[in-house]
């Protein structure tokens, strides 16, 4: 059974920085493509980043472009994201993923529980 475990949310204030994780376990995790996304309060849920099997290939949403990072270590069956120059805006249940990578969160069939980030204006 594959199990995706996030940490690393908290509540920061605008401009600063957080690093979230997603632990992977039951399944080899170099096999899978990753994605983070989020959801805010009364809104859908949003495509924030995906890295592909290998990390050779990242995409971004363009709203986050230039702030934040995705990577993973595949030694460490883990994915991040770091997340830089954070905005009020980027305040939302964020999600790590497992599967294709893509923006499609449809594509991706397994899911973690979500972690809480909180931007401070």
């Known amino acids: 059974q594959v199990q995706l475990v996030e940490s690393g949310g908290g509540l920061v204030q605008a401009g600063g920085s957080l690093r979230l994780s997603c632990a992977v376990s039951g399944h080899t995790f170099s096999s899978f493509g990753m994605g983070w996304f989020r959801q805010a309060p009364g809104k859908e849920r949003e495509f924030v980043a995906t890295i592909s099997s290998g990390g050779g290939s990242t995409y971004y949403a363009d709203s986050v472009k230039g702030r934040f990072t995705i990577s993973r270590d595949n030694a460490k069956n883990t994915a991040y994201l770091q997340m830089n120059s954070l905005k009020s805006e980027d305040t939302a249940v964020y999600y790590c993923?497992?599967?294709?990578?893509?923006?499609?969160?449809?594509?991706?069939?397994?899911w973690g529980q979500g972690t809480q980030v909180t931007v401070s204006s």
């Open positions: 993923a497992a599967g294709p990578n893509g923006s499609n969160s449809y594509a991706y069939a397994y």
